[in-house]
């Protein structure tokens, strides 16, 4: 069974830096698409960065050059830095994995909770 287990998020006020990371189990990540996808409130997800398992990386235009996607495969694990954080990244951030045809993912995590002040 997929499990991914989100850690990191927190409160940070604009301007600030958060890594958040992703735990997997019962996968190998490396054969695997990852990404994180990210949820306002009264919004929709929003998936803003995704690698795949040759570690071709891609961004939404909303955090592209403030956030970085990477994984350790050794580690089974993905994470994400975001830095020049502003308020409107205040969101629920989930990691996902095993991306379809149709953009989605098959598995996802809980998420964890980002708020960014101003």
């Known amino acids: 069974q997929v499990q991914l287990v989100e850690s990191g998020g927190g409160s940070v006020q604009a301007g600030g830096s958060l890594r958040l990371s992703c735990a997997a189990s019962?996968?190998?990540?490396?054969?695997?698409?990852m990404g994180w996808v990210r949820q306002a409130p009264g919004k929709e997800h929003e998936g803003i960065a995704t690698?795949?398992?040759?570690?071709?990386?891609s961004y939404a235009d909303s955090v592209e050059g403030r956030f970085t996607i990477s994984k350790d495969s050794a580690k089974n694990s993905l994470y994400l830095q975001m830095n020049n954080l502003k308020a409107e990244d205040t969101a629920m951030y989930y990691c996902a994995a095993g991306c379809t045809a149709a953009g989605g993912y098959k598995f996802w995590g809980q998420g964890t909770q980002v708020t960014v002040s101003s």
């Open positions: 690698i795949n398992s040759a570690g071709w990386v």
């Open positions: 019962g996968y190998t990540s490396s054969n695997f698409c």
